[in-house]
């Protein structure tokens, strides 16, 4: 319901003004059943208490919650560098919780961060958005950053996957290669599946065939994919992978499999973490500014506890980076896993 006020959510709880009131104020002498009720009317309503009598009801905290689903990486490294910059330069902390790979933990998360924080930057691309919103701290400000596709006003930060995706493909087949194998992420996980999309897109306009590996982001599972690849041969030339990670995992399988990167095989990823460059030979990849990501959810989020309605979606183009794991081969004929030497 637009709009929906204090009055609307106790008709729709059957309760009074008072007791939504002390709810949403999170008075401790409230049984855990109108607690309940009211939380999940408020919800169902969309109601968003008013910022200027919230601040008159409520102290601050000072701290600012962050849900995501890990929080070791380099990704989320970097992604939360960034938002403990921007929340430092606030004045303010942040309380961090780790919901894995678990919807119930996801829940389990949020829950805990009720009366605690002043607002939520929660990213959980593998949780279905009914679920997530349906567990969100009733009247806390929340920003979402790339969570399920989904139909509630929100403000949010997405990465736009598809198009990154298409544009890596589109790369490789412009330094001549013709037998892209794409390393997707987990199945469900909103990133990973708008990724393979793009990935399809572009391979089904160039006429190519299409070959899809799954994992799981992490670099085993890029290296273990990549052995699965040496072991059956065949003349794929090039691997695009869906996060760094995984394309770093699946350089050093090719590398003792004496398959040369990128002379027989390209190798490109996704995300630019800092490692990317680092690495020899530098990984080609596609550029989001993990950090910047992180800043501009931490800035969002204190314009909503400062006030503002902003429920719009910003989405974030990647920028593509190229280096010397996808340099054209000097040797049209030279190229594919099945030409692999051990003496390489």
Same mark, same amino acid.
């Given at each position: 319901?637009?709009?929906?006020?204090?009055?609307?959510?106790?008709?729709?709880?059957?309760?009074?003004?008072?007791?939504?009131?002390?709810?949403?104020?999170?008075?401790?002498?409230?049984?855990?059943?109108?607690?309940?009720?009211?939380?999940?009317?408020?919800?169902?309503?969309?109601?968003?208490?008013?910022?200027?009598?919230?601040?008159?009801?409520?102290?601050?905290?000072?701290?600012?919650?962050?849900?995501?689903?890990? /929080?070791?990486?380099?990704?989320?490294?970097?992604?939360?560098?960034?938002?403990?910059?921007?929340?430092?330069?606030?004045?303010?902390? /942040?309380? /961090?919780?780790?919901?894995?790979?678990?919807?119930?933990? #996801?829940?389990?998360?949020?829950?805990?961060?009720?009366?605690?924080?002043?607002?939520? $930057? $929660?990213?959980?691309?593998?949780?279905?958005?009914?679920?997530?919103? #349906?567990?969100?701290?009733?009247?806390?400000?929340?920003?979402?950053?790339?969570?399920?596709?989904?139909?509630?006003?929100?403000?949010?930060?997405?990465?736009?996957?598809?198009? #990154?995706?298409?544009?890596?493909?589109?790369?490789?087949?412009?330094?001549?290669?013709?037998?892209?194998?794409?390393?997707?992420?987990?199945?469900?996980?909103?990133?990973?599946?708008?990724? /393979?999309?793009?990935?399809?897109?572009?391979?089904?306009?160039?006429?190519?065939?299409?070959?899809?590996?799954?994992?799981?982001?992490?670099?085993?599972?890029?290296?273990?994919?990549?052995?699965?690849?040496?072991?059956? #041969?065949?003349?794929?030339?090039?691997?695009?992978?869906?996060?760094?990670?995984?394309?770093?995992?699946?350089?050093?399988?090719?590398?003792?499999?004496?398959?040369?990167?990128?002379?027989?095989?390209?190798?490109?990823?996704?995300?630019?973490?800092?490692?990317?460059?680092?690495?020899?030979?530098?990984?080609?990849?596609?550029?989001?500014?993990?950090?910047?990501?992180?800043?501009?959810?931490?800035?969002?989020?204190?314009?909503?506890?400062?006030?503002?309605?902003?429920?719009?979606?910003?989405?974030?183009?990647?920028?593509?980076?190229?280096?010397?794991?996808?340099?054209?081969?000097?040797?049209?004929?030279?190229?594919?896993?099945?030409?692999?030497?051990?003496?390489?």
């Amino acid at each position: 319901m637009a709009n929906a006020t204090i009055r609307d959510v106790a008709r729709a709880a059957d309760v009074s003004v008072a007791s939504v009131s002390r709810v949403l104020n999170r008075h401790e002498n409230v049984r855990p059943a109108l607690r309940e009720k009211v939380e999940a009317a408020a919800a169902r309503l969309g109601y968003v208490p008013h910022a200027g009598a919230r601040s008159l009801s409520l102290a601050r905290s000072n701290a600012i919650g962050v849900v995501l689903p890990e /929080l070791h990486g380099e990704f989320f490294s970097e992604l939360l560098r960034g938002m403990d910059r921007e929340a430092s330069e606030r004045g303010l902390q /942040l309380l /961090l919780s780790n919901m894995h790979a678990d919807p119930v933990r #996801g829940v389990e998360a949020l829950h805990t961060m009720r009366g605690r924080v002043d607002g939520l $930057v $929660v990213m959980a691309p593998h949780i279905d958005p009914d679920h997530l919103f #349906g567990h969100l701290p009733v009247g806390v400000p929340a920003v979402m950053v790339n969570c399920a596709p989904h139909h509630q006003p929100r403000p949010e930060l997405r990465i736009d996957n598809e198009a #990154g995706a298409r544009m890596m493909v589109d790369h490789l087949i412009a330094t001549g290669r013709r037998h892209i194998v794409h390393l997707a992420g987990p199945a469900g996980n909103i990133d990973a599946e708008e990724r /393979l999309a793009g990935y399809l897109t572009a391979i089904a306009a160039a006429g190519l065939p299409s070959t899809v590996e799954r994992g799981t982001f992490l670099e085993d599972s890029g290296a273990s994919a990549a052995e699965r690849l040496a072991e059956r #041969g065949g003349d794929i030339d090039a691997v695009f992978a869906a996060n760094d990670m995984m394309a770093i995992g699946a350089m050093m399988a090719f590398r003792r499999a004496g398959i040369a990167v990128p002379d027989r095989i390209a190798v490109a990823g996704f995300d630019d973490i800092p490692l990317a460059r680092l690495i020899s030979p530098s990984l080609t990849t596609l550029r989001i500014d993990i950090a910047q990501l992180g800043e501009r959810a931490v800035a969002r989020l204190i314009e909503q506890i400062d006030g503002a309605d902003d429920r719009s979606i910003e989405l974030r183009a990647p920028t593509l980076v190229v280096r010397d794991t996808t340099s054209p081969r000097e040797d049209p004929e030279n190229r594919g896993i099945r030409g692999k030497t051990h003496e390489e």
